[in-house]
T-cell receptor
Framework: DTGVSQDPRHKITKRGQNVTFRCDPI?????LYWYRQTLGQGPEFLTY????????KSRLLSDRFSAERPKGSFSTLEIQRTEQGDSAMYLC????????????FGPGTRLLVL | AQTVTQSQPEMSVQEAETVTLSCTYD???????LFWYKQPPSRQMILVIR??????QNATENRFSVNFQKAAKSFSLKISDSQLGDTAMYFC???????????FGKGTHLIIQP
C-alpha cells in the first residue's frame, strides 16, 4: 500500500523566485488537502480538493499561492514571488469520501526562502 | 470556526509509565470528528486514534485510548505502558461535518525517558 508522497522533500530558494511542489495521494483517495506548518506550531489548513474541484481555500492562501489537481490524481502547489515568511513545511494529506474522514499525511516539503 | 487547545507544551515520563495528554476544543458543528496525530522528529504525521462525536464510547487502539467528554468539549489521550518510540509531538485535531480542513492544536512534545 503506497502512502502519500511529496516532491521535493526540501527546497531552498531565493526571495522572489517561484516554487512548485507536488503531492501524490493514496491512489483511491478522492480528497486531497494542503497544510502549512511552521516551527513549533500545528499544521494550518490551506486548501482542499474533491477529485479535481477545489472546494475550499483558507484566508491564509494569498494570491501568490495557487493549487491545482487537474485530473483528480496528483496535485501541485505553486508559490509565486516567494517571501521569507513563506518558509515552512508544506504538508499534503488525502482521504477517501465516506472513508471515516481520516486524513493520511505525506512526509512534507520543507521550504526555506533566503 | 473551530479551535483546538493543547495546554501542555511538553511532558516527560519514564518508560512503562502511563501519561495523559490534554486537549479541549470548541465547535458549533453537531457532527464532527476528533483525532490525535503523532509526529516523530523529522518524520511524517501519523494517525494515532480517531473519535466520531456521535459515538459515546471512547475509542481505543492498543495502548492508546481517549477520554471523550462531549459536554465539556474535552478529548484527552492516554498512553499506557509508554515506550521510547512514543517520543514525538502529539497533535489534537478536529474536523467539522462539512469535510473542510483539520484544525490542529499547537501540540504537546512528549518525551519518554529510559
Amino acid at each position: 500500500d503506497t502512502g502519500v508522497s511529496q516532491d521535493p522533500r526540501h527546497k531552498i530558494t531565493k526571495r522572489g523566485q517561484n516554487v512548485t511542489f507536488r503531492c501524490d495521494p493514496i491512489s483511491e483517495h478522492n480528497r486531497l488537502y494542503w497544510y502549512r506548518q511552521t516551527l513549533g506550531q500545528g499544521p494550518e489548513f490551506l486548501t482542499y480538493f474533491q477529485n479535481e474541484a477545489q472546494l475550499e481555500k483558507s484566508r491564509l492562501l494569498s494570491d501568490r499561492f495557487s493549487a491545482e489537481r487537474p485530473k483528480g490524481s496528483f496535485s501541485t502547489l505553486e508559490i509565486q514571488r516567494t517571501e521569507q515568511g513563506d518558509s515552512a513545511m508544506y504538508l499534503c494529506a488525502s482521504s477517501l469520501l465516506l472513508g471515516g474522514e481520516t486524513q493520511y499525511f505525506g512526509p512534507g516539503t520543507r521550504l526555506l526562502v533566503l | 470556526a473551530q479551535t483546538v487547545t493543547q495546554s501542555q507544551p511538553e511532558m516527560s515520563v519514564q518508560e512503562a509509565e502511563t501519561v495523559t495528554l490534554s486537549c479541549t476544543y470548541d465547535t458549533s458543528e453537531n457532527n464532527y470528528y476528533l483525532f490525535w496525530y503523532k509526529q516523530p522528529p523529522s518524520r511524517q504525521m501519523i494517525l494515532v486514534i480517531r473519535q466520531e462525536a456521535y459515538k459515546q464510547q471512547n475509542a481505543t487502539e492498543n495502548r492508546f485510548s481517549v477520554n471523550f467528554q462531549k459536554a465539556a468539549k474535552s478529548f484527552s489521550l492516554k498512553i499506557s505502558d509508554s515506550q521510547l518510540g512514543d517520543t514525538a509531538m502529539y497533535f489534537c485535531a478536529s474536523l467539522g461535518g462539512g469535510a473542510d480542513g483539520l484544525t490542529f492544536g499547537k501540540g504537546t512534545h512528549l518525551i519518554i525517558q529510559p
